[in-house]
């Protein structure tokens, strides 16, 4: 079946996006499991000239079918208006040539956004995806080929690293010892993953953070530990939809340093603000949209 709105699926699966790894690929089809009401899905997605094309197994409708794979991948977004929007600013002029089709690509877990984008802080892509498949593997459940992300109060009973496993445990040998978050290569962010599952396990309600307002889920989310700004806003773009959010790090820096500053050094702070004033409703995707130009382009590698 064709939704009928604009989108480069590849593009979109695998732009980086910290809502969660990109999905099992198997030529031009992307497969996953998706929890829709609470019922295991397993969608199967697939590029239709310039639309997606699914199939999907499980017991749910073909209206909410629609209606997740539609959220997932931002589908109700209006690309062509914001391909005007970009059009009308100089400084944005190419960068629908250079990204045409690319979308939001939304967490329909809130809760693995969290993780994962806790887990690419300081990381590349290769590494965090990884290390959020194999906690899925390890501790979700599995439905035909695809495992869930476990649930928040599972994953903060997880054993830290192999000391932790090996003293709170009967295995005898500590290189026998691999069911722990560490194993899953996440290094020193495993006590960030273990304390923010413990708070939206018993302090936190996460879907209370869909009705705040943005200011206030953005303190919410700083006081997750291993959470700073530019994590917060990742969290609150791919997890929650804000897009008003503005994630910002010293690449997002020294783009919009060229573009907008004459080059001129400008804190991240500063980014963050100027991008939010400056682009309001459409700062998420500007924001996506100047990373991956500046890929293309090759504007990056002149700023280095």
């Not at 099992?24 to 397993?42: E, R």
Request: hydrophobic share 35%.
């Amino acid at each position: 079946m064709i939704i009928e709105s604009p989108i480069d699926l590849e593009l979109t699966q695998l732009s980086g996006q910290t809502s969660q790894p990109p999905w099992a690929q198997d030529g031009g089809h992307f497969s996953n499991v998706v929890l829709v009401n609470d019922k295991p899905v397993v969608f199967d997605v697939k590029q239709s000239g310039e639309f997606l094309d699914f199939n999907f197994n499980g017991e749910i409708s073909q209206k909410e079918a629609i209606s997740q794979l539609s959220y997932i991948f931002d589908l109700d977004f209006d690309l062509n208006k914001f391909y005007n929007y970009l059009d009308n600013r100089a400084e944005l002029s190419d960068m629908s040539k250079f990204c045409n089709g690319l979308r939001l690509f939304l967490a329909p877990d809130p809760f693995e956004c969290i993780i994962s984008s806790i887990c690419s802080a300081n990381n590349s892509i290769k590494r965090w995806t990884k290390s959020i498949s194999d906690i899925k593997r390890n501790w979700g459940n599995r439905h035909e080929n695809y495992y869930t992300f476990p649930q928040s109060h599972d994953l903060a009973k997880v054993y830290l690293d192999e000391e932790d496993e090996f003293n709170s445990s009967d295995i005898q040998d500590i290189c026998n010892c691999n069911n722990n978050l560490k194993n899953c290569g996440v290094g020193y962010r495993a006590p960030y993953m273990r304390r923010a599952s413990e708070l939206f396990a018993f302090e936190i309600d996460i879907q209370d953070i869909f009705s705040m307002s943005y200011d206030e889920a953005f303190e919410t989310i700083l006081e997750v530990p291993g959470v700073g700004p530019k994590v917060a806003d990742c969290i609150l773009l791919y997890g929650f939809k804000f897009r008003e959010a503005f994630p910002s790090d010293v690449w997002i820096k020294r783009i919009v340093s060229h573009l907008y500053f004459d080059g001129k050094d400008i804190s991240v702070t500063k980014v963050r603000e100027f991008g939010m004033e400056e682009f309001g409703d459409y700062a998420g995707y500007v924001q996506l949209y100047l990373f991956h130009y500046a890929r293309k382009s090759g504007l990056m590698n002149r700023l280095k």
